[in-house]
């Protein structure tokens, strides 16, 4: 069931560059799943520059030490450059860190430097270990209030995640599809149930994105519709396929719409951002910020 391919969403196409509609108020969306490979940074890398592209504002927080975003987003991020790190333990506002991409005029990258992987001890004997990122982004958005800020994150349940789950309202988890695509996810369900009772119940999954389609294959296909019955208002129509041009970007310091704005992943990611978007601004029979019909 659920024929995606002759959804019309999957047969339309975004323009780079067509303007998308701002959301009703600031969505902080951070793009988890504690398995590592399956698309976050893809996908908040090219959510983020796509946004951006359309004329949105929007803040891309690096919270992998691996700084595989600040790579795509062409920010350095060596030793040494202030980031993620300086704003979780020194309460550098980030504001002072942020760099402004080559992708996009309206996109800035707070980057992760290797630093960052001490954070994860560093934080635990902190005051209010899991609150510190929330107050810095509040802070930088009550001065500046961009359209979206994106948190990518490591492929673990750590502090550094647990920050960004406390310091977002929305999640956004890319599932990949393959084996086992829901397993972690029931994980992660659990952790987001936690953190909405005792840290932030304003947390909700708004988004399902699924990531390196195989058309070709009957796994893809079922592992798609499985994802859908299990989150049918938060999955996206449109669905990301296995694209080489997507993995070589990184390589060039580019997302995908820099590298290739052509290509079936380019195409995909243009698309899934305007379906993104498009739900924050209360289009398409959805509520602003939860996901769910109106
Ligand atoms: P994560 O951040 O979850 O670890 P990545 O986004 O880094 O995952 O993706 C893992 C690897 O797969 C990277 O090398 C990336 O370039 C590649 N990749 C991601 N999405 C796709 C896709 N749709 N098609 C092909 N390769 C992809
Ligand atoms: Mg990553």
């Known amino acids: 069931m659920v024929a995606v391919a002759t959804n019309p969403v999957s047969r339309e196409t975004v323009e780079l560059g067509s303007p998308l509609p701002p959301p009703l108020a600031t969505r902080t969306i951070v793009v988890a799943n504690q398995k590592g490979g399956v698309g976050k940074t893809t996908t908040a890398v090219n959510i983020a520059s ?39 333990l ?85 599932i990949q599809c393959e084996y086992y695509a829901l397993e972690g996810v029931t994980q992660l369900m659990r952790t987001i149930q936690l953190v909405r009772e005792e840290l932030n119940p304003d947390l909700e999954l708004s988004t399902v994105l699924l990531t390196m389609f195989d058309a070709r294959t009957k796994l893809s296909s079922q592992v798609g519709e499985e994802v859908r019955n299990h989150f049918p208002e938060q999955t996206l129509l449109t669905l990301i396929p296995r694209s080489v041009r997507l993995s070589e970007a990184p390589s060039y310091g580019t997302t995908v719409l820099g590298y290739d704005p052509r290509s079936v992943g380019a195409k995909a990611y243009l698309k899934a951002a305007s379906e993104i978007a498009r739900r924050g601004a209360g289009l398409d029979g959805y509520s602003a910020r939860r996901g769910r019909s109106a």
Not at 63 to 88: K, M
């Open 50 to 88: 796509a946004l951006a592209r359309g004329g949105l504002r929007v803040l891309l927080m690096d919270l992998d030490p691996q700084g595989n975003a600040s790579t795509a987003l062409g920010i350095e991020h060596r030793t040494g450059v202030p980031g993620s790190y300086e704003v979780l």
């Open 90 to 174: 020194q309460q550098t506002p980030i504001a002072e860190v942020a760099q402004r991409s080559p992708e996009a005029e309206n996109l800035f990258v707070v980057p992760a430097t290797i630093d960052l992987a001490a954070a994860e001890i560093e934080l635990v004997p902190q005051v209010a270990r899991e609150q510190r990122l929330k107050k810095s982004v509040r802070r930088f958005l009550d001065a500046e209030p961009v359209d979206y800020v994106i948190f990518d994150c490591p492929p673990s349940l750590g502090l550094l995640t647990l920050n960004a789950l406390v310091a977002a309202s929305e999640i956004l988890i890319p």
